[in-house]
T-cell receptor
Framework: ETGVTQSPTHLIKTRGQQVTLRCSSQ?????VSWYQQALGQGPQFIFQYYREEENGRGNFPPRFSGLQFPNYSSELNVNALELDDSALYLC????????????FGPGTRLLVL | LAKTTQPISMDSYEGQEVNITCSHNNIATNDYITWYQQFPSQGPRFIIQGYKTKVTNEVASLFIPADRKSSTLSLPRVSLSDTAVYYC????????????FGQGTTLQVKP
């Protein structure tokens, strides 16, 4: 069974730039959720994708957007980067129905300068 | 949405049993209690999940009383590598798939 993978592991961008983060879900899972974790805080829910459509969104502005592909992998896009976007971005996959336990990837560390 | 409350930090020594209690007074009928472990700069790792009574796996035990207003994660004979942040969450239909993380409990295991 393949676990959740994310790429890249680390990224440095400058303010105003755009970034794309990628996530491959665990085999057998059809739902992907994205979280942002600032230093010293718990992860904060950004949004969830199911069947290639956004299925729930947290308190994040529209410049945070995403995609889910037919193979259930997903992308998180952030436009017009701000310094406060510096964080660990986590992807979690789950299977719709039942307990829907979410399994996390290793994360992408984004630094905005 | 069900909110959970747990201690901010705990200290223990190698070889001891550690019990971390979580309060969830407003847990929904269909929600489960799920615990994650997180090391610095890594993604949270699923530890254990339960609905009521006791659940045990190779890593931990989870005790949930009949009223389900609280739960206790038990880590037997901790080692230095168990030093991490532990999160207790109510998961299920009440939050429509969105995990709500609090500050978690930072467990420091000392030699």
């Amino acid at each position: 069974e393949t676990g959740v993978t994310q790429s890249p592991t680390h990224l440095i961008k400058t303010r105003g730039q755009q970034v794309t983060l990628r996530c491959s879900s665990q085999s057998g899972h059809n739902t992907v959720s994205w979280y942002q974790q600032a230093l010293g805080q718990g992860p904060q829910f950004i949004f969830q994708y199911y069947r290639e459509e956004e299925n729930g969104r947290g308190n994040f502005p529209p410049r945070f957007s995403g995609l889910q592909f037919p193979n259930y992998s997903s992308e998180l896009n952030v436009n017009a980067l701000e310094l406060d976007d510096s964080a660990l971005y986590l992807c979690a996959s789950s299977q719709r129905g039942g307990r829907e336990t979410q399994y996390f990837g290793p994360g992408t560390r984004l630094l905005v300068l | 949405l069900a909110k959970t409350t747990q201690p901010i930090s705990m200290d223990s020594y190698e070889g001891q049993e550690v019990n971390i209690t979580c309060s969830h007074n407003n847990i929904a009928t269909n929600d489960y209690i799920t615990w994650y472990q997180q090391f610095p700069s890594q993604g949270p790792r699923f530890i254990i999940q339960g609905y009521k009574t006791k659940v045990t796996n190779e890593v931990a035990s989870l005790f949930i009383p009949a009223d389900r207003k609280s739960s206790t994660l038990s880590l037997p004979r901790v080692s230095l590598s168990d030093t991490a942040v532990y999160y207790c969450l109510a998961t299920g239909s009440s939050n429509t798939g969105k995990l709500i993380f609090g500050q978690g409990t930072t467990l420091q295991v000392k030699p």
